[in-house]
């Protein structure tokens, strides 16, 4: 019987919806709210997109310069090579390599200038593996000249301290020892050594405005980490499961490490990015709330025109029930036509940005690493804005619903 009811009211509604009104205003209020909505959905569409491919982007850039994982202490700075189980590690299915990092902030000055830079100590086996050298845009990425150990730092470091390269002058490293420190000499509390500045590379990522390479040897013994690591950087085969090898990898290590892959590495940003893209997806849903509130006022007018098919449809035996979804599904029809069409309109705006790159980023003289908005549509957006399109034009189309009741009750 309920579904006997449903379908009447919806083949009765969609008469409704697509039938010329005897008050032109109500045509025009109801173009007006679909145009509201279709314009919102596709906001919406085009928003999220443009986020995805922002967060598409940067996760490439860091992926490019990040490890598949990185193992850390849960509690303290650094451990002993010897305590961590390497063989164990490398010996897992889709693991390729596990190599040794020694990191950490440090003093560096070079002529006048000086800044706080982070000093990562890797193996040549690290670079070469993980094609650090793709990343150079200056110079070379030489872990050694002879016997003098060298640096090659990120893009932002380099200008920051102007860096000449191929000249004689070398970067001064200051360290805190580890050891007890002579409050009578306080330059003695540092360790000073010399790197030569060999190259520079650029990752589009903040690790351009603070990283410098060098020899592992050399940071262990800037910083007292004699047989030490700060962590351990993990380098899977293209054919490891991603999530798996996780899971595995901190089986065998235990409680005592952290293991975290290339987005848990940056998590605090790409929080922010999710945190943002939910901020303007609440604008939005707002403001295309407010877009379909007009279908309240189109639906009272309606139901005021259609008093005399009330009566009639009452007097053939029609519920109260029958009557109220009628305009419940006129509501939600009117909604739904214009979310449907703004999901058309986003889609194809965004597949002529794809395509066409016709945003841009600062214009055409903008000096931009990439020139034009990136866009990325995914499934889940479209089926999350035509869910709160839903949602909305059943909370627009319940209220004169539930209005009409009133008027019900004086038909008998």
């Given at each position: ?300 007018m309606l139901i005021l025109e259609k008093q005399r098919d009330t009566s009639v449809l009452r007097s053939l035996g029609a519920s109260k029930k029958l009557v109220r979804r009628i305009f419940l599904f ?83």
């Amino acid at each position: 019987m309920d579904t006997s009811t449903n379908k009447t009211a919806f083949f009765i509604a969609l008469r409704y919806l697509f039938s010329k009104k005897r008050h032109n205003i109500i045509n025009v209020i109801s173009a007006v709210s679909v145009l509201g909505i279709m314009v919102s959905s596709a906001a919406l569409i085009v928003v999220l997109s443009v986020f995805n491919g922002m967060q598409n982007l940067i996760g490439s850039w860091f992926n490019t310069f990040n490890p598949d994982f990185e193992v850390t202490l849960v509690e303290g700075k650094s451990f002993a090579i010897d305590s961590f189980p390497s063989t164990e590690v490398a010996a897992l299915p889709g693991v390729a390599a596990v190599h040794e990092v020694v990191s950490d902030l440090v003093l560096t000055t070079y002529n006048e200038k000086q800044e706080l830079l982070r000093l990562k100590g890797v193996t040549p086996e690290h670079i070469g593996s993980n094609h650090f050298d793709k990343l150079l845009i200056d110079g070379n990425f030489d872990l050694y000249r002879g016997e003098q150990p060298c640096a090659v730092l990120g893009t932002g470091a380099a200008g920051k301290l102007l860096i000449q390269l191929n000249q004689y002058d070398l970067l001064k490293l200051y360290y805190p020892k580890r050891t007890k420190k002579n409050l009578a000499n306080p330059a003695d509390a540092f360790r000073t050594l010399h790197l030569y500045p060999a190259g520079v590379f650029c990752t589009n990522t903040a690790y351009d405005q603070e990283m410098v390479f060098c020899p592992i040897d050399f940071a262990r013994n800037l910083m007292g980490y004699p047989g030490e690591v700060t962590s351990m950087e993990i380098q899977l085969k293209k054919s490891g499961e991603y999530s798996k090898m996780q899971d595995d990898i901190q089986r065998i290590l235990g409680p005592k490490y952290k293991v975290q892959n290339k987005y848990q590495q940056e998590e605090s940003l790409f929080r922010t990015m999710q945190s943002e893209k939910l901020v303007i997806y609440v604008i939005l849903a707002f403001i295309l709330l407010v877009a379909a509130f007009n279908i309240i006022g189109s639906l009272g007018m309606l139901i005021l025109e259609k008093q005399r098919d009330t009566s009639v449809l009452r007097s053939l035996g029609a519920s109260k029930k029958l009557v109220r979804r009628i305009f419940l599904f006129e509501g939600m029809g009117t909604s739904l036509a214009g979310g449907l069409g703004g999901l058309l309109l986003g889609t194809i705006i965004c597949l002529l940005q794809q395509w066409f790159h016709i945003v841009k980023l600062g214009g055409d003289g903008g000096n931009y690493i990439i020139q034009y908005y990136p866009v990325q549509m995914r499934a889940i957006d479209f089926a999350i804005v035509l869910l709160t399109v839903l949602s909305i034009s059943l909370l627009t189309s319940v209220i004169p619903a539930r209005k009409l009741q009133k008027t019900l009750q004086s038909i008998p």
